[in-house]
Structure formats: structure tokens, C-alpha cells
């Protein structure tokens, strides 16, 4: 593979979505048959991408894109390598066999198409997270994954469970998702790269930064979010009303690693600092603790899954941010093992859902005889999961005891996790793998196919929605899961087993390449599946054996967990319900007090603002007017004028009727129009006579319509805060006023107009000529102004509510 | 008019005597086009099918002349048009540069998706009494806003929309509708005079109105003049306008009252009007106000995005709550304003485009909302998922896109802002915006769960279908939105050219004044 | 003259400020008239106030004299003056047919858009 296959790879990519697109359609023409051709996207994927195995082994890195935003220094580009690889290959190769697997699932479900394009799009969401190299790319497919997440877990949106756990986790994984935008745009703005590949070599200068830890914190947020750790990871068992296809796929082997997958990418860049030794393990070791103990009180099959993946994560994470040699090698080999038998695990899991009609541990058994490829496939897959030679999983365990053995207390309380958590899970394993199946058969409900297990909104009549019942007889013949449902388990249970019996060169070709790509230094795994006598193995030994003990003891361990989470009470779980409760009648109360609803304090808030606007900056800035000078030549005429205009405003205020009132309004419009007529404004005065003889005729008709009376009467209090608000104002526009008359006035544009109104405009008096000349373009929006207005007025006039509208003598509706 | 009679060196030093390129009349157009039509549309009140057959495709003209118009000035830069050809700054200037070409062939888009889905939203007895002439005369009046380039002139273009905004408003007397529009009218009639206010009192203190010589001149002022309390005073009014905490009280009070499409006009184009000028002002004639006033504008803007974004939780009418999410829009457009520098003003300009459409597709895509569940409060809507999954995707996506996530249009600003406040040092700001992303995504989320995944209770769901007045608009913006989030590169440019001019007005000046700039 | 008239203006504009203080719309109304003269006034003592001439020019000069009245902040006012009275005419007959509809005009109880008792929306899912 190489640069000039950029274009193929951009296809790569692009692919999901084109056969997103194209998804429903095709399920329309073939039924549930259309998983087939649909899985030949992925297949084909990850066909192309094996392609670059050659190269990825040898240490190479591929690199290449296409500008995208370049005026936000943003690219298209991807970064290929050891780490990226195996994640490319296990995303498009484990949705393959999951499009095939919901062909069977869901057959018959009237929005399989849609399915299938949700399924579809997420793989290119997902797959665009772990190539991406660019900062913002990454987050886009990143939020991308958010997104269809919550659409999947919501497939069957009529339950209120489905949709709570759909917000759940796209408040949970998008809130995340912001933490780690604001991560990464802080990186960029502490190196000055916005792209994976070039802050490798800027890291030195990242972790000296003081932004160090900000940043950590906030990536941290992100990749601890999607990752489902403590105590974020309540959204993931609730992501379990999904459909089973999505808890295999998106919900246990590929979008919850994408936060581990994270850390290992960033590792270069944000690792090898105390801090991230420290807060990584801690987090992790608290999360494998937990989940393994919750998922011990559960008996529905896919809880039990889930709360083994938030332990599993929880073991990934530790391991990521160990920082001791083996730990980066443990980690890359426990993502890989888990993918592997996680997927298979929770396929059965969905199968057994599928023929016998339940999921609930304690009532099933006895399912070997009917489904015993199923069977063959749970088990493989819990014996790895267990940490049993030869599987992967064996491997895996073993080199995270490598890694944790140590006599220092960090290393003792850590293995002591390790060895836990490793043992319940363990148990789980084959508490799911081996319960079902073996003991005398049960009475069971029987197969459902596709229409109860996930029921679909009831558009169509006659579908109950019932789960788990059908109303079949009990005992009804149980049959192995069709081929489709067979293929997916099958396949991953014997990779698992496969990687580990021919370990060299799965190290040579996955694990070595990822390990390097992680530490950014060539690091080899020598690790086989022979085990041979050392500390690690007789920890595993001690895991195998505390895992037995509990498999045996498991309905009082299920007891003594239910018994001490009851005892905590409360969980994140209901701390997420609780803050949402909280925060919308908090909104609400909030914006009740800002939003009272009431006019006149809107009004009074507006006015205080007003005031606040002019007498602040005037006095923190000193922009006082100086002392106004007393006019010299102020003839008597024009302070009496002046007094009446006030007079009339007194008045106004006072008035007690409306007579009183209008006359008053009257007085001081006329007193202002005798003030311009004064001071050289005749056109002016005569506008404001007309005007205000306009307004007051307007105003007494409608006060004369309206029983009114023209004066409130405010109370004591009230008077006194209106008043000194309106006198801050009235003083502040004063004040500003008499600032912006003392700068010396800029007299060119009166010149001009004086100059040049007869000459070129041809017109004597100036006003006019301003008016409809020189600023004739003010003059057309007054104009609009007013035939709009008068529009306006008749459509509030004529028409009215319940339709007695009554058309005058000149109304164009009027009939003739 | 005898020209032989005027002397020669008085018409040089009166009027801009060059020939007009045929391209600039486009500058001046947009509004006069409005208008025009608006006029027609009055004298055929009452002719139904008239007005439909003479509204769309002048609104489709509407949208090719700003086109037009927008790329002439991506072409030339700034270009100017002085109306009566007087010499600026004595007549009344048109210039219109890179900002104003953008938000005004936005503001065209929106006019035409409304128009269309007025088809089918406004009735008989609305379009008889003057929905079109209302609505063209508000487009003009906004498209004037932004074109002009006199600070009185656009006073004058803020009363054209705001009065056409009443009229679209009490249009068809409702309870509500006047409920609403009296708090409307009263508070924004405050709000623009206030705006002249400051006008005048910006007269007296600079004795022009032209904006190029008005950002020319400021400089020189110094302490002679009262410019941070104008400049105050100029900050507040267009606060109002732009329904900024806590003067905002007027959207929430009345943009749920009228018809959908009236109140998807509204939330697009006049918050935005406002949002203008106040970058106008404050960046571009007043950047040393502006730049001392940023912490003032940089609180207002989180408290706006804040109280904007618990408003929208915290409503059942998903009306109300759209009102409210325009809210945090603004304010994560003022958080832009406030960081004042090219990075953070082209955030603040694509992002208010984007508003203008997103915000728009939204109140549409709640018309069609409450049209097809009988209601709009979350306590009774339900089961539109079944109803039309066209149209929940649809909804979805527009949700995605107002939150701000990717693949959608809001999602380039948001990064965009929060960049520029990291790299200023503003990180309450950056944690603003992005907790009120949060919060809108969780609004938004809530609302899709309840009114379209819900079902009824009693489960039965009949299957409905979208008008083609109302698919044509709401896809058409939905595709927008998603486009230019793939692919946001030409929008992003443009908005960081128009950004630089605005922080650097020297090709505006120019363009108003090609042999500089006149002293007194 | 400007001082004068200055304090005169933040007169008009306390009394109008007032008055819009009201919780009755037929206050606020008044309020409104108030307001507009107020600003018109404002912009009239902007622009500079002198004495007696206005600003014609006479029959045998081609110039203003230099002690004729500024005559842009005439225009301006002139533009505001009528844009001014087209809303306080709007606003009086919003007025009329709120009361008619709402049967008061005490702003109090005009809560048919934001009604007191708004409930939250569902705290479910």
C-alpha cells in the first residue's frame, strides 16, 4: 500500500456511509437477505486493509489526505499504523459478521433497512476515529460515533427504557466528546500542531506546559466517558436495550475501546508522567472492581456482559497507564482478546435471547442439546475470556501479570485488583457460557423470531410487545440459531483460539506492531501459549481457581453483591436520572425568575440598564460635562415656552381624567413645535403642529372608546423607584448630551448642503432639499414606514377572531 | 435639469461624477427590488393566486440578485454606490463589503424558504391583509440594513423591518398574538430609540453620519469626546435587538404567538440584524471601544448562552423552546464579538449565518411539528417518528446541527470560537460555549425522545405525510446545513476575508473615498 | 443655548421614562408621545442650536448665511418625527384592540403569551 493509494483509501472510508445510504433500499428489494451483499462493505474493507499489514509490521506508518478546511488548518488525513491497523481490521471485519448476524436477528423486522444503515454508518464513524490523524477530524467521527450510538440504542424507541438509555448515553458520551474538543483545542493551542503525527515530536514541550494537566483532565473526559470508567460507566448497562447486534458490536468490541484506543494513541504525547500513572491505574483498577462486583448481582445475560466490559475497560485503562515494561503490551493484547471474545459471548447471548425466549440466567438450561454449535462457540469464547492455555486470552492475562508483578505497594495493590477481577470475571464467563447450557432442560418460551425480541414501534397492528412471551406454548422446539446468527460467534471464537496457538505470528503481524505504535518505540511480544512456571502464571493459577470457586458459589454471590450494592443505596445510575430532574426544574424556576411575564418590569429592567449605560462609563471614564455657561441673550419669550412645555409635562403625569390628560399631551407638543419655530425651524414646528394635532385627535379617540381612566395611581414605594430610575436616566441623557455638544463640532456637512443646495440641487430651503435630495433615500424608508403602518392598523381593525370581520363601504372583499 | 446651467468645478465638488459600473446598482437592488414587488403585491391584496405566482419568484430573484451581488464584492472587494450621486460623506452611501454581502444572501435564502412555506402555512384572510407586502417590506428593510452605509440610513432601515415585523406579527388578531405583540412593539420601539439616540448623539460629537468617515475619524478623537459612554449607549441598543441578557425579554414573550413561518423569519433574520450592527459599530468604526468594552460584551455573551440555554430545557411549548435556543445562538455569537480579534469575529460571522439558516429550518420543522401532532407542548406531542420518519430525520438533524455537533453546520463556528477564546486566554468563555452546547444537545435530545420516539398512549399511530410547501423549505435548509458542515471551507474563508475587513476597514474606506479620506 | 435645552431634554425624557414605568398601557402609551419629542429634541440641540434663521436661502444669494439654523439635524428630526408618530399611531391601536380582546389594560394580567401557571415539561423520557 502505498501514497498513491490515498484515493482508494479515502473510498475506504467514504464506503459505510455510501451503503448506509443505500442499506434500507436494498433491504426493501431482499429482505433480511440484504445482510449479505451489505457485508461484503465491510469484508471487502477489511480485506483492503490487510493489504497494509506488510508494511505496518515493519514499523511503517501511513500517512496521507486531502486539505479539507485548510483556513482552519484542518485535514482530511489519516495515520495508519500498528495501532490503527488492528482496530481498522477488528471494526470492519466484526461488522461483517454482525450485518450478517442481525440479517438473522431481526429478520422480519420492518425497519431492518434502517438497521443496517445505522449499523453501517456507525462502522465508518468508528472506523474514521481510529484513522484519523487531524484533531478535529478525530473528534467529528468521534462525536460521529456519539451519535449513531444513539440511534442504535434507541432502534426501538417506543420503550421508555430505550430511549433513557439512548439520551443517557449521548449526554454521557457527547458531554465527553465536548471535555475532550476542549482537550484537544488546548493541545493545539499549547504546541501549535493540530495533528497526531506531528505532536510526537512536540511532546516534551506538551507535558512541561502548566496546561499539562488541564489537558490531561479534559482528554481524560473524554476517553473515560466513552470508555464507560467509573463513574461514568452507568450509561453502557443501559445501552443494553439496544438490540443485541449493537451490544456485540458497538457496545463491547469496538465504540467503548474508542476511548482507550485514545489514551493509546496519545500515549506518546500525554503518558509517561506521574499523572498519568497515577490517575489511569486508579480509575481503571476502581472500574474492573466495580464492574465485575455489580455484574455479579445480575442474572439477564447481556447485563452480565456489560458490566464485564466496564470491567474489562477498566483493565485496559489500568494497564494503558501503568507505565511498567509489559504493561502497553498487555494492554494492546487484552483489547484484541476481548474484542474477540466478548463479540462471540454476547452473540450467543443474543441467539439464546433468539430460540429460547429469554435472557434470564436463572431460568435457563439444559440448551446443549438443541444449540450445540452455539454452545461450542460460548465456550471457546469463555475459555478465553477465563484465561485459559492455548487462547488469547491466556496470553493476555499472563502478560498483565508480567507487567503488574512488583514488591512496591503500587504493584501489590494493583495485581490484588488484577487477580479480582480477573477471577470474577472468570466466573461471569462461564456463568454465561456454561449455565444455559448444560443442567436438565427448562421450561422455556421458545423461539421468537426478530418481531418480540425487538419490538417495533406499532405502526403495524398485531405485533405484541411483549418480551420475552410470544404466547407460544412453553417448551416449544428450541433449534440451533440459523447460519446467518452462527457465523459471527463461530468465526471470533476460533480467532481467539487460533491467535493463541499460533501466537508468534499473531505477535509478528498485531500485537508487536501495536505495542511499538503505542510507546512509539520498537517493542516485541514473545509470549506463547505455553505457559511455563513463573510468578504471573501462579497468579493465574490463583484467578482459574478463585474463578471456580465463585462459578460454583454463584447464586450467594449474586446475593452477597445485591446485599452490599443495597447497602450503598445510590449509584451513579440514579444520580444521572436525579441531576436531569434537578436540572429541569432548576431551568425552569430559573427562568420563571428571569421571564416573569410581566411588562412593566420588563420595562423597569430596560430602564435600569439604560441608566446604568450612560452614568457608569461617564464615571469611571470621566467623561463629566464641564459646567454649561448660561446663555447670554435668553429672551423671556423663550424661557416661558420652555416653562410651558414642562408645565404641560407636569401636567401629563398629574393628569387625573382624560380630558386633562390629552390636553396636557397637547400643550407640551405645541410648546415644543413654538420651541423649534424659535431656534430656526419652521418646517419643523409646522411637521410637529400637524404631527401632534394628529396624535392627540388618535389618542382621545381611543381613550374616549376605552373606559379608562388615564392616571395610576403608584403606591409610595413604587413612585419613588420609578421616579429615580426615570431621573437617573433623564439626567444621564442630559449629561451625556451637554458632554456631546462641548466637542467641537465637525461643520462640513452643513457647509456643504449650504453651499451647494441652490447651486446644484436647485432648491432654497436646505431642509427640504436634504430631505428629498441630498438624503432622499431616508425620505423612501419613511415613506414605507408609513403605508405600512397604515396596512398594519387596518389588518388589526378589520380583522378579527370568530370572523365577524366587517368589511367597510371601500373593503375589496365586500361583495358588490 | 439643465446640467449646462450648474458650473462645472460645483458639480466636482458636489457629485461623484465617474460613470457607475452596470454591477454596482446591484449594491442598491436588494431593497429597491423589495419594495417594488412589496408595492405590486399592495395593489393586488386581493387576488389569491396573483400574489403566490408574483411572491416566490420575485423572492427567487431575490436570492440571484444577492448572489450576484456577493460575488461582485468577493471579486472587487467593498464597492459603494452614493445615492443621488452626491459625494460621500454628504449623500447617503451604499457599500457593501464582504459582511454585509453574506448576511444579506442569507437573509435571502431565509425569505425565499419562508415564502415558500408560507404557501402553506399563511391563510386567506393573512394574505389579504398584507402577509407578502409585510414580509417583502421586512426583507427590504433588513437587506437595507446591511447594505447601507450611513449610520442614520440604517436607523431608518431598522424602522421599515421593525414596523413590518408588527405587521407580520398581529397578523390575524389572535389573543395571543396581541398579547405578544404589545410587549414586542413596546420593547423594541424602546430599543430603537435608543439606537437614536446614540445616533444623535454620535451627530454631535462627529457631525457626520457616514460610516467609512465616522471609522475614520474616531481615532482622532481622543478624549475630546464622550466615546466609551457612546459607544455604551450604542452596545445597549443593539443588545435589545439582538436579545441579549438581560434586555431580551421581548423574544420569549412574543415569538411563539404568531404563525410559524412569521416567527421562523423573525428568529433568522432579526436578532441577526441586530448582531450586525453591532459588529458594524463596535468593530469596525469603534475598535477601541470595543476592545475596552470586551469583558462587558464577553459577561453578557456567557450570561446569554447560559440563561438561553436553561430557558430551552426548561419549556413543554417547543416553540418557546426554539425562542430560547436563538438566544444561546446570539450569545455565542457576542462571545466571538468580544474576543474582538480575526479568528474570533469570523467564528461569530459564520456562526450567525448559520443561525440564520438552522434556526429558520427549525421553527418550520416545529410548524409541521404541531400541524401533524395536533400540539405543540412536549405533554402532548407524540409518535411523529411513525408519523414520518422523512421528517424526523430531518428534525434530527436540524437538532444535531443547532447543538452544535458534527457533521453539521454549527459545528465549525463552535470550534472555531472556542479556539479563538483558548488562544486568548478567555477559557470561561471557551467552557461557556461548550457547556451550553451541553445543555442544548440535552433540550434538543428530550424533545426529539418525547414528541417524536414517544408513542401515544393509545398506540395507535396514523401515518402522515409533508406538503410539498413544507418539504421543499425544510429539506432545502436541511441540506444546507449538512453541506456546509462536510464541507465548510468556502463559507469559513469568506468569513475569515470578512473579518479581516472589518478589523482592517482600509479596502471599505477605500471604496467610499478612492482618493482618501476628507479632513475637515 | 445647548445647556439649557440639554437639562430641558432630560426633563422631557424623566417625564417620559415615567410614565412608561406605568403598568398601564394607556400610560405607557402617553409615555411613548413624550419619548419621541424628547428624542427629537436631543437631536435637535446635537446639531447645535442658534438663533431665529432658518435655513433658506434668500432670493439673491446662492449660500446660507453663516447664522442660519444647522439644517441636517431638521432633516433628521423631520424623518424621526413621522416615523415616530406611524408607531405611537400602531401602538394606540394595538392598545385598543388588546383591550378590546384582553378586556384590560393592566399589564399585570395581559399573561395570555407567558401564562402564569406554565408547567415543566415532562421529567420523563
Known amino acids: ?816 | 435639469m439643465a446640467a449646462s446651467s450648474i458650473p462645472l468645478e460645483a458639480l466636482e465638488k458636489s457629485m461623484v461624477l465617474a460613470p457607475v459600473p452596470a454591477e454596482h446598482w446591484l449594491v442598491i437592488a436588494p431593497p429597491v427590488w423589495c419594495m417594488l414587488v412589496g408595492a405590486i403585491l399592495i395593489m393586488v391584496r386581493k387576488r389569491m393566486g396573483l400574489q403566490s405566482w408574483l411572491s416566490i419568484p420575485a423572492l427567487g430573484g431575490l436570492v440571484l440578485i444577492d448572489a450576484a451581488l456577493l460575488a461582485v464584492v468577493i471579486r472587487e472587494g467593498p464597492i459603494t454606490m452614493v445615492m443621488g450621486r452626491w459625494l460621500p460623506p454628504f449623500g447617503i452611501a451604499f457599500t457593501v463589503d464582504l459582511t454585509g454581502a453574506l448576511f444579506n444572501l442569507a437573509c435571502g435564502i431565509a425569505a425565499l424558504a419562508g415564502g415558500i412555506a408560507a404557501l402553506g402555512d399563511i391563510d386567506r384572510t393573512r394574505r389579504t391583509y398584507g402577509f407578502f407586502p409585510f414580509l417583502f417590506l421586512m426583507v427590504g428593510g433588513v437587506s437595507g440594513a446591511f447594505l447601507t452605509g450611513d449610520i442614520f440610513n440604517l436607523y431608518v432601515w431598522f424602522e421599515v423591518l421593525l414596523i413590518s415585523s408588527f405587521g407580520l406579527l398581529i397578523l390575524g388578531s389572535e389573543r395571543e398574538q396581541l398579547d405578544g405583540a404589545t410587549k414586542y412593539a413596546i420593547l423594541n420601539l424602546i430599543g430603537t430609540t435608543l439606537f437614536l439616540i446614540a445616533v444623535g448623539i454620535l451627530y454631535a460629537v462627529f457631525g457626520t453620519l457616514n460610516m467609512a468617515d465616522i471609522a475614520a475619524k474616531a481615532p482622532t478623537l481622543g478624549h475630546d469626546a464622550p466615546m466609551m459612554t457612546l459607544s455604551l449607549v450604542f452596545i445597549a441598543a443593539f443588545m435589545m435587538k439582538a436579545a441579549a441578557f438581560p434586555v431580551n425579554f421581548w423574544l420569549p414573550a412574543s415569538y411563539h404567538t404568531p404563525r410559524i413561518v412569521v416567527a421562523g423569519l423573525f428568529a433568522g433574520l432579526l436578532t441577526k440584524v441586530g448582531v450586525y450592527a453591532l459588529i458594524r459599530v463596535m468593530v469596525m468604526m469603534f475598535p477601541e471601544e470595543g476592545n475596552a468594552y470586551s469583558i462587558v460584551i464577553g459577561v453578557v455573551a456567557v450570561l446569554t448562552m447560559l440563561t438561553g440555554s436553561l430557558g430551552a430545557i426548561a419549556q413543554s411549548d417547543i416553540r418557546r423552546m426554539l425562542g430560547y435556543m436563538v438566544i444561546t445562538g446570539i450569545g455565542i455569537i457576542l462571545s466571538g464579538v468580544a474576543l474582538g480579534a480575526q479568528t474570533a469575529i469570523s467564528g461569530a460571522l459564520f456562526y450567525s449565518l448559520h443561525s440564520m439558516i438552522v434556526m429558520l429550518a427549525l421553527y418550520l420543522m416545529a410548524g409541521i411539528a404541531g400541524r401533524m401532532g395536533g400540539s405543540f407542548s412536549l405533554h402532548e406531542l407524540s409518535g411523529l417518528y411513525a408519523k414520518s420518519p422523512l421528517f424526523a430525520a430531518l428534525t434530527l438533524a436540524l437538532f444535531f446541527s443547532v447543538s452544535g455537533l458534527p457533521p453539521f453546520s454549527g459545528f465549525w463556528p463552535k470550534a472555531m470560537l472556542v479556539k479563538a477564546a483558548f488562544d486568548f486566554g478567555a477559557w470561561w468563555q471557551g467552557a461557556a460555549i461548550l457547556v451550553s452546547g451541553l445543555l442544548t444537545t440535552i433540550a434538543a435530545t428530550r424533545a426529539f425522545a418525547l414528541g417524536w420516539w414517544r408513542m401515544p398512549a393509545s398506540g395507535a399511530v396514523v401515518p402522515a405525510r409533508m406538503t410539498a410547501a413544507e418539504l421543499i423549505p425544510l429539506a432545502g435548509l436541511t441540506l444546507l446545513s449538512v453541506g456546509v458542515g462536510i464541507y465548510p471551507e468556502p463559507l469559513l474563508a469568506l468569513a475569515q476575508t470578512a473579518a479581516s475587513g472589518l478589523l482592517e476597514p482600509v479596502a471599505y474606506l477605500h471604496s467610499v473615498f478612492p482618493s482618501g479620506v476628507p479632513t475637515p | 443655548m445647548e445647556g439649557f435645552m440639554a437639562v430641558v431634554v432630560g426633563i422631557f425624557f424623566t417625564v417620559a421614562i415615567y410614565l412608561m414605568l406605568s403598568q398601564y398601557i394607556i400610560r405607557i402609551l402617553l409615555g411613548v408621545a413624550i419619548l419621541g419629542n424628547a428624542v427629537n429634541m436631543l437631536l435637535f440641540v446635537a446639531g447645535r442650536v442658534t438663533r431665529e434663521a432658518p435655513p433658506i436661502i434668500g432670493k439673491g444669494a446662492d449660500m446660507l448665511p453663516a447664522t442660519a439654523a444647522n439644517p441636517l439635524p431638521q432633516a433628521l428630526i423631520l424623518t424621526a418625527i413621522v416615523i415616530s408618530f406611524s408607531f405611537f399611531a400602531f401602538l394606540l391601536v394595538l392598545a385598543y384592540r388588546a383591550y378590546q380582546t384582553l378586556k384590560t389594560d393592566d399589564t399585570h394580567q395581559m399573561r395570555l403569551a407567558e401564562p402564569e401557571d406554565a408547567p415543566p415539561p415532562p421529567l420523563g423520557y
Open chain 1, 1 to 816: 500500500m502505498a501514497a498513491h493509494d490515498a484515493p482508494y483509501i479515502f473510498l475506504a472510508l467514504i464506503a459505510p456511509f455510501l451503503a448506509a445510504a443505500i442499506a434500507p433500499l436494498l433491504t426493501r428489494a431482499l429482505g433480511h437477505w440484504a445482510a449479505l451483499p451489505l457485508a461484503l462493505v465491510p469484508a471487502g474493507i477489511f480485506a483492503f486493509f490487510c493489504r497494509a499489514l506488510p508494511d505496518v509490521q515493519g514499523g511503517q506508518a501511513l500517512t496521507g489526505g486531502y486539505l479539507w478546511v485548510p483556513s482552519f488548518n484542518v485535514s482530511y488525513s489519516w495515520l495508519i499504523d500498528g495501532l490503527s491497523l488492528p482496530f481498522v481490521l477488528l471494526i470492519s471485519g466484526i461488522c461483517a459478521l454482525i450485518l450478517l448476524y442481525s440479517g438473522g436477528y431481526l429478520k422480519g423486522h420492518p425497519q431492518q433497512g434502517r438497521f443496517f444503515s445505522f449499523i453501517l454508518m456507525f462502522m465508518g464513524s468508528m472506523l474514521g476515529v481510529v484513522v484519523s490523524d487531524s484533531f478535529l477530524m478525530l473528534f467529528i467521527y468521534w462525536e460521529l460515533t456519539s451519535i449513531t450510538s444513539f440511534l442504535l440504542i434507541g432502534f426501538d424507541h417506543s420503550r421508555e427504557a430505550s430511549r433513557r438509555a439512548a439520551i443517557q448515553a449521548l449526554v454521557v458520551t457527547g458531554g465527553g466528546g465536548l471535555a475532550l474538543l476542549g482537550g484537544l483545542l488546548l493541545v493545539w493551542n499549547i504546541t501549535g500542531v493540530s495533528t497526531i503525527s506531528l505532536l510526537i515530536e512536540y511532546a516534551p514541550a506538551l507535558k512541561a506546559s502548566p496546561y499539562y494537566f488541564a489537558a490531561l483532565l479534559l482528554i481524560l473526559g473524554g476517553a473515560f466517558t466513552k470508555s464507560a470508567q467509573f463513574p461514568f460507566h452507568f450509561w453502557l448497562p443501559n445501552a443494553m436495550e439496544a438490540p443485541t447486534p449493537v451490544s456485540a458490536y458497538l457496545h463491547s468490541a469496538t465504540m467503548v475501546k474508542a476511548g482507550v484506543f485514545l489514551l493509546m494513541r496519545l500515549q506518546p504525547a500525554l503518558g509517561d508522567t506521574p499523572a498519568w500513572e497515577t490517575i489511569l491505574p486508579v480509575f481503571g483498577g476502581v472500574t474492573l472492581l466495580a464492574g465485575t462486583v455489580i455484574g455479579l448481582r445480575q442474572t439477564d445475560l447481556k447485563l452480565m456482559l456489560a458490566y464485564t466490559t466496564v470491567a474489562s475497560l477498566g483493565l485496559l485503562v489500568m494497564m494503558t497507564g501503568f507505565g511498567t515494561p509489559h504493561a502497553l503490551e498487555s494492554a494492546a493484547l487484552y483489547l484484541i482478546a476481548h474484542a474477540l471474545f466478548k463479540g462471540t459471548l454476547f452473540m450467543v447471548a443474543g441467539a439464546i435471547d433468539h430460540e429460547a425466549g429469554t435472557r434470564d440466567i436463572t431460568r435457563l438450561g439444559g440448551l446443549w442439546r438443541a444449540m450445540p454449535l452455539t454452545f461450542a462457540a460460548a465456550m471457546l469464547a469463555a475459555l478465553s475470556m477465563g484465561g485459559l492455555p492455548p487462547f488469547l486470552g491466556f496470553l493476555a492475562k499472563e502478560e498483565v501479570y508480567e507487567a503488574l508483578v512488583g514488591t512496591n505497594p503500587r504493584a501489590l495493590a494493583f495485581t490484588l485488583a488484577a487477580v479480582i477481577g480477573n477471577g470474577l470475571m472468570f466466573a461471569l464467563a462461564f456463568a454465561v457460557a456454561l449455565k444455559p447450557f448444560v443442567g436438565p432442560q427448562r421450561d422455556l418460551p421458545g423461539p421468537h423470531h426478530g418481531a418480540a425480541s425487538v419490538a417495533p414501534p406499532s405502526a403495524l397492528p398485531g405485533i405484541s410487545h411483549s418480551r420475552g412471551e410470544n404466547g407460544k406454548a412453553h417448551g416449544h422446539h428450541i433449534h440451533e440459531a440459523p447460519p446467518l446468527m452462527l457465523t459471527g460467534p463461530v468465526v471470533l471464537a476460533l480467532a481467539g483460539l487460533a491467535a493463541g496457538i499460533f501466537s508468534q505470528a499473531f505477535h509478528a503481524t498485531f500485537s508487536s506492531p501495536m505495542t511499538s505504535a503505542i510507546a512509539h518505540e520498537a517493542r516485541e511480544i514473545t509470549i506463547s501459549a505455553v505457559p511455563h512456571l513463573s510468578l504471573p502464571f501462579a497468579l493465574s493459577l490463583v484467578t482459574i481457581a478463585l474463578g471456580v470457586v465463585v462459578y460454583f458459589l454463584l447464586d450467594r454471590a449474586r446475593e452477597a453483591a445485591a446485599a452490599s450494592l443495597e447497602a450503598i443505596g445510590w449509584g451513579p445510575d440514579q444520580g444521572f436520572d436525579q441531576a436531569m430532574r434537578g436540572l429541569i426544574k432548576g431551568a425552569h424556576v430559573i427562568t420563571r425568575k428571569i421571564q416573569t411575564g410581566r411588562l412593566e418590569t420588563y420595562i423597569m429592567v430596560v430602564f435600569i440598564v439604560i441608566a446604568a449605560t450612560l452614568l457608569l462609563p461617564m464615571a469611571i471614564f470621566a467623561e463629566w460635562p464641564s459646567l454649561p455657561v448660561w446663555p447670554a441673550e435668553a429672551g423671556i419669550h423663550e424661557l416661558v415656552i420652555f416653562a410651558i412645555a414642562v408645565i404641560g409635562l407636569f401636567a401629563v403625569v398629574r393628569a387625573a381624567d382624560r380630558l386633562t390628560a390629552i390636553v396636557s399631551l397637547g400643550i407640551q407638543g405645541f410648546a415644543v413645535a413654538l420651541i423649534y419655530m424659535l431656534y430656526g425651524a419652521p418646517d419643523l414646528a409646522f411637521t410637529q403642529f400637524m404631527v401632534e394635532t394628529l396624535s392627540v385627535v388618535i389618542l382621545a379617540l381611543v381613550m374616549t372608546r376605552l373606559d379608562l381612566q388615564p392616571s395610576d395611581h403608584r403606591h409610595g414605594r413604587e413612585m419613588v423607584k420609578d421616579a429615580l430610575i426615570a431621573l437617573a436616566c433623564g439626567a444621564g441623557f442630559t449629561l451625556l448630551l451637554l458632554r456631546a455638544v462641548q466637542v467641537p463640532f465637525n461643520t462640513s456637512l452643513t457647509e456643504f448642503f449650504s453651499q451647494w443646495s441652490k447651486i446644484v440641487a436647485h432648491g432654497s430651503n436646505v431642509v427640504n432639499v436634504i430631505i428629498v435630495d441630498f438624503r432622499g433615500t431616508d425620505t423612501l424608508g419613511e415613506i414605507a414606514v408609513v403605508t405600512i403602518t397604515g396596512l398594519v392598523i387596518l389588518a388589526l381593525i378589520r380583522i378579527r377572531v370568530g370572523g365577524d370581520v366587517k368589511p367597510a363601504d371601500n373593503d375589496p372583499e365586500r361583495s358588490a
